[in-house]
């Protein structure tokens, strides 16, 4: 069984277009994240939600909007796609606020905008 | 804001030998992680150090922590093919915790073990 599991694995499409990036996780954590590695794989924290709720909210352009209509599931809305877009986008759950957390990660999400 | 810096940032070793990854970050923390990275795929803890002097070992790699110098070392002995991966270390600062899993990571270290 996937723990924290991410669909598509890979996505493509054209500059300007909507996609939508889904992220389910089996463990019963009740905080998930958004997270984005660019093309020299630096990681960076986009968002965080625990129990549905809004906690992190980096400096991310809002054509990038994330929802959670429960606990385990975590999707991430992106509009009008970029060239800079592309990127791997990691999803990840942690069954703690604040605490001792260790975060599981989905396999990633390859989006190339062209 | 927490900068988190890992050297060197690429490390061509060859098996059998022992190497040492480093991990810098600037501001308090206990609390810190080891991922590891396999090409197009996703990151797999390794480690986790929460306490100043913690030191963790699993097979050929070991971690430690010093929170004084705010620093984090991964060593590898007697390197074999396998261990070639990309390694992350990850930093949660010191907030009342109100840092919420707000992981900082650094820029990785490209690891190629040949023989």
């Known amino acids: 069984d996937t723990a924290v599991s991410q669909t598509p694995k890979y996505l493509v499409t054209q500059m300007g277009n909507d996609k939508s990036i889904k992220c389910e996780q089996n463990l019963g954590h009740d905080t998930m994240y958004w997270y984005k590695q660019d093309s020299k794989k630096f990681l960076k924290i986009m968002f965080s939600?625990?129990?549905?709720?809004?906690?992190i909210n980096e400096t991310v352009p809002n054509r990038f909007s994330p929802k959670s209509p429960d606990k385990a599931h975590l999707n991430l809305h992106i509009n009008s796609l970029e060239l800079g877009d592309s990127a791997v986008y990691f999803c990840?759950?942690?069954?703690?606020?604040?605490?001792?957390?260790?975060?599981?990660f989905g396999a990633g999400t390859r989006l190339s905008v062209l | 804001e927490l900068k988190v810096e890992q050297n060197p940032l690429f490390l061509s070793m060859q098996e059998g030998k022992n190497y040492t990854i480093y991990c810098n970050y600037s501001t308090t923390s206990d609390r810190l992680y080891w991922y590891r990275q396999d090409p197009g795929k996703s990151l797999e803890s390794l480690f986790v150090?929460?306490?100043?002097?913690a030191v963790k070992q699993e097979g050929r790699l070991m971690a430690s922590l010093d929170t004084k110098a705010r620093l984090s070392t991964l060593h590898i002995t007697a390197a074999v093919h396998d261990l070639s991966a990309t390694y992350f270390c990850a930093v949660l600062p010191n907030a009342g915790g109100t840092s919420y899993g707000k992981l900082t990571f650094g820029q990785g270290t490209i690891l190629t073990v040949h023989p």
């Open positions: 990840a759950s942690s069954p703690e606020r604040g605490g001792r957390p260790i975060q599981y």
């Open positions: 150090l929460l306490s100043n002097g």
């Open positions: 939600y625990n129990n549905k709720e809004l906690i």
